[in-house]
């Protein structure tokens, strides 16, 4: 009786505060926790600093995957233990987290525990929200459990049993919660052409990064007219989005010394190219030298990297709905109409305020960025333009800048990779909060473009 009581104290004073100032505190909590978890001796072999352990930490909770050192010869079992744990928090979500642990202990969400999970799913209606985080537990379970299975039977015969089991159980919780986060030096490198890891591992951040509301569409007994508008256009998204991203990374890559060239025959070729294609827009594995790839590629990956994946799931930035309807809304403009339609619906003019306030600030934060690392670095500025992409989009790809980083540029970073996973719950707040004006003034036109 004390504990609920005290909870239902709390949570009342916590409900005096936004709901993305609470999650985003939480967050930089969890990320406190975790670098002075990688800060203690049984964590790492080798000495590690504050800003080290910082860097991970934050780089683990939010599902990044950018690192400043080697994560598999620095860190013990226990301190890759930990950053598997902030992997799957930040993955999963801290509101629902503490969701499932208040429902086994049998205790009541209450409305502003269902605001908070509002918008740490970024779901906009709080109808079958606690249905949703069923589905996301099994999904959740399912998925990383099949996932360490099957690449036992690739790392075991390889690395031994124990290793090789704990090797799968890492890179299968790193591939869903799509952070990129691999105990190898070189990534997934020497399994380029393994058959394993190039259908489970995109298996599993496909499935992550493609949203719980759309598979829980999907699974559901629905017929696929009876989808949501949501679904229809992430599905569409997706299934434009990777052939594009394989196809470019196979034309570009080719004959490439340095990547595919470097390969005998197509086989090999391709399945590089379909491995490297779709895990850039959010999942930040390698399996070839992103740091010799050509500079047109370099492009395509900053791109892909900054649409991301899915809403409500795993992946980072301005995600693929937001795309597409900024692209239906700018076909919308070209052919004279006054309203958005997608699949015999009709998207009001609030959607497309809030993806063009998205995409504008999304913007913002990153030539920010970019415009503070090459004021403070000496490095090539397409390298800092795509580490600044990686840690916006939350992917984790790098071209080797990330160890060049100074202590002013590892504070950078970090603050995109928490805007990246953090900011948009904030965003979207502010944008659901409607204001009624008291007074409404008369109309002018401004002369644009």
């Known amino acids: 009786m004390r504990l609920r009581r005290r909870l239902a104290r709390l949570t009342l004073w916590v409900g005096h505060f936004p709901p993305p100032l609470i999650l985003a505190l939480l967050y930089a909590v969890l990320i406190a926790l975790g670098a002075a978890a990688l800060k203690m001796p049984v964590s790492h072999h080798v000495p590690m600093s504050w800003s080290d352990a910082i860097f991970t930490a934050t780089s683990a909770v939010t599902v990044t995957g950018l690192t400043v050192f080697d994560i598999g010869a620095n860190l013990t079992w226990f301190g890759e233990a930990v950053v598997a744990f902030l992997i799957q928090l930040g993955g999963l979500g801290l509101m629902t987290f503490a969701v499932l642990v208040l429902a086994a202990l049998g205790m009541p969400l209450g409305i502003t525990g269902h605001l908070f999970l509002r918008e740490d799913l970024n779901h906009n209606s709080m109808h079958q929200l606690m249905r949703l985080v069923g ?15 099957f690449l036992a039977l690739t790392f075991v015969p390889r690395l031994g049993m124990a290793e090789g089991l704990w090797a799968a159980a890492f890179h299968s919780i790193s591939a869903f919660n799509n952070a990129g986060f691999s105990t190898f030096h070189d990534g997934l ?8 890891v190039n259908v489970v591992i995109p298996a599993l951040f496909i499935i992550g990064g493609i949203g719980y509301v759309v598979l829980q569409d999907v699974t559901s007994p629905k017929r696929p007219r009876a989808w949501s508008l949501h679904t229809k256009i992430m599905l569409l998204g997706t299934a434009i989005l990777i052939p594009w991203s394989v ?29 490297q294609g779709v895990t850039t827009r959010t999942a930040g594995f390698n399996t070839t030298d992103i740091a010799a790839i050509h500079d047109s590629t370099a492009l395509l990956f900053i791109s892909l990297m900054l649409v ?63 415009f503070l690392m090459t004021a403070s670095h000496d490095g090539h500025f397409l390298d800092i333009a795509f580490e600044v992409a990686s840690a916006f989009g939350t992917v984790g790809l790098t071209r080797g800048f990330t160890g060049e980083l100074t202590e002013f540029g590892r504070a950078v970073i970090i603050g995109v990779m928490f805007l990246g996973r953090v900011g948009p719950l904030t965003l979207g707040f502010f944008l659901a909060t409607r204001t009624v004006p008291r007074i409404r003034y008369p109309e002018a036109s401004v002369h644009l473009g």
């Open 247 to 275: 196809a470019c990374f196979a034309v570009l890559e080719w004959a490439n010394p340095g990547t595919l060239g470097a390969l005998d025959g197509w086989g090999p070729k391709l399945i590089v190219s379909w491995f």
């Open 135 to 149: 589905t996301i537990l099994r999904v959740v379970v399912v998925c990383e459990l099949a996932g360490a299975i």
């Open 308 to 370: 991301g994946g899915g809403p409500a799931s795993t992946a980072g930035g301005i995600k693929v709905t937001t795309f597409v309807v900024m692209l239906l809304a700018t076909i919308a403009f070209f052919r004279r109409q006054t309203q958005l339609h997608a699949f015999g619906r009709s998207i009001g003019l609030e959607q497309v305020l809030k993806v063009m306030a998205l995409t504008a600030i999304s913007v913002l934060v990153v030539f920010t960025a970019v």
């Open 189 to 196: 490198v020497g399994y380029a052409t393994d058959p394993v």
